[in-house]
Structures are given as structure tokens and as C-alpha cells.
T-cell receptor, first 114, second 112 residues
Framework: GAGVSQSPSNKVTEKGKDVELRCDPI?????LYWYRQSLGQGLEFLIY????????KSGLPSDRFSAERTGGSVSTLTIQRTQQEDSAVYLC????????????FGQGTRLTVV | AQSVAQPEDQVNVAEGNPLTVKCTYS??????LFWYVQYPNRGLQFLLK??????LVKGSYGFEAEFNKSQTSFHLKKPSALVSDSALYFC??????????FGRGTSLIVHP
């Protein structure tokens, strides 16, 4: 497709379970970002991939969070042992690799931990 | 470090009136500034950006923004608001860091 695709769109999971969120970026975009959006909050940066460089993981809130990007394309964000405070909308975005280009966002995955 | 402030959580305006959504930034050097809009249950959509050149930038849906270096501001404006403009608006800055920093967002409500 032409845009950034995220799946699933909604995920309800029990506390303590692991979840995987998927992001398909726009073809040819070398940069990929994950953000978290909680109710009433702004966008919290989680992790950034640029080409084949080591990812910037500085925004990951705990070691329960990890992400990978395979083949410079699809990315998976994994949350282990989910907690209720992990409930949020997880947004993925991609862009061309230059600093003056805009990011294109997927519609997000709404995660609810019960 | 780079940061963005959107001082208003909510802006209310009557349809047909001009609207302004405020954004100020802090960054070392010349900034790259962006505005995005988020409709309910959707991701963010790019509206416009300032990179260099003319301080008045025009974007999608009739929106424009003015870069003011002395006031470190990048306010979003539209001459005549529509009810369909009601949404959440985010300002973002990049400079040096390739990671955009976003403001907390401003909810725009346009009343019929």
C-alpha cells in the first residue's frame, strides 16, 4: 500500500502476557519510529531505526520493551509481561532519511491491558 | 536538547472565524518545524513544515504557519475555520537529532 500500515488495530491482552505490534513502513523509507500516545498526553518517543545503523533505543521505558526491524523494512515492537500502564496507542511512522523530511504515520495500535 | 511547547490544551473558535494554534520551540541552531493533525482514531497527518526561506508557510486544507525566529514560535493559522477542522494538532521540531520531538497537542474545537 501507499501508506504506513500497522497491525493489529486493536489489541486487548491480559496483564503479564507478551504482545507483538507490527509496522509496515512506506517502501523506500529508511527511517522508522515508534511512539506511544497515552490519553491526554503527547507523543512519547520509544525507538528509532535508520537504515542499517544501530537503533536509538533511548526512549524505551523499560527492558520489557524491545523492537526489531528486519531487512530494513517491517518492524515489530514487543512488550513482555504487559502491565496496565502499558495501555496506550502505539504509533509507527516512517520517513526518508534526511532531517528535514516529514514523517508519515500509521493509524496506530490501541493496546488495552486488563 | 530540543523541545516544543503548545501552551493551550484546547482552542475554541466559531466557524468562519480565524483560528490560531500556538507553538514555541527550543533548539540549538536553526530548527526544522512541522505541524500535524490527528483526527479521532487515526494516526497523525502532515500539514506543513518550515525548513528555510519564507517565514510564512502554506500547507494542506488552507492552513498556514508563521516562523518567528526572535520569538521562537511557529503558530498555526487559518483565516476561516470549518467545523471539519476540529481535531488534535501537534507541533514538532527537529534539529541535529533525527528524532522529531512533539508537543503535547492542542485540541481544536470549531463550533457551528
Amino acid at each position: 500500500g501507499a501508506g504506513v500500515s500497522q497491525s493489529p488495530s486493536n489489541k486487548v491482552t491480559e496483564k503479564g502476557k507478551d504482545v507483538e505490534l507490527r509496522c509496515d513502513p512506506i517502501s523506500g523509507h529508511t527511517a522508522l519510529y515508534w511512539y506511544r500516545q497515552s490519553l491526554g498526553q503527547g507523543l512519547e518517543f520509544l525507538i528509532y531505526f535508520q537504515g542499517n545503523s544501530a537503533p536509538d533505543k533511548s526512549g524505551l521505558p523499560s527492558d520489557r520493551f524491545s523492537a526489531e526491524r528486519t531487512g530494513g523494512s517491517v518492524s515489530t515492537l514487543t512488550i513482555q509481561r504487559t502491565q496496565q500502564e502499558d495501555s496506550a496507542v502505539y504509533l509507527c511512522a516512517s520517513s526518508e532519511g534526511t532531517v528535514n523530511t516529514e514523517a508519515f504515520f500509521g493509524q496506530g495500535t490501541r493496546l488495552t491491558v486488563v | 536538547a530540543q523541545s516544543v511547547a503548545q501552551p493551550e490544551d484546547q482552542v475554541n473558535v466559531a466557524e468562519g472565524n480565524p483560528l490560531t494554534v500556538k507553538c514555541t520551540y527550543s533548539v540549538s541552531g536553526n530548527p526544522y518545524l512541522f505541524w500535524y493533525v490527528q483526527y479521532p482514531n487515526r494516526g497523525l497527518q502532515f500539514l506543513l513544515k518550515y525548513i528555510t526561506g519564507d517565514n510564512l508557510v502554506k500547507g494542506s486544507y488552507g492552513f498556514e504557519a508563521e516562523f518567528n525566529k526572535s520569538q521562537t514560535s511557529f503558530h498555526l493559522k487559518k483565516p476561516s475555520a470549518l467545523v471539519s477542522d476540529s481535531a488534535l494538532y501537534f507541533c514538532a521540531v527537529r534539529r541535529g537529532s533525527y528524532i522529531p520531538t512533539f508537543g503535547r497537542g492542542t485540541s481544536l474545537i470549531v463550533h457551528p
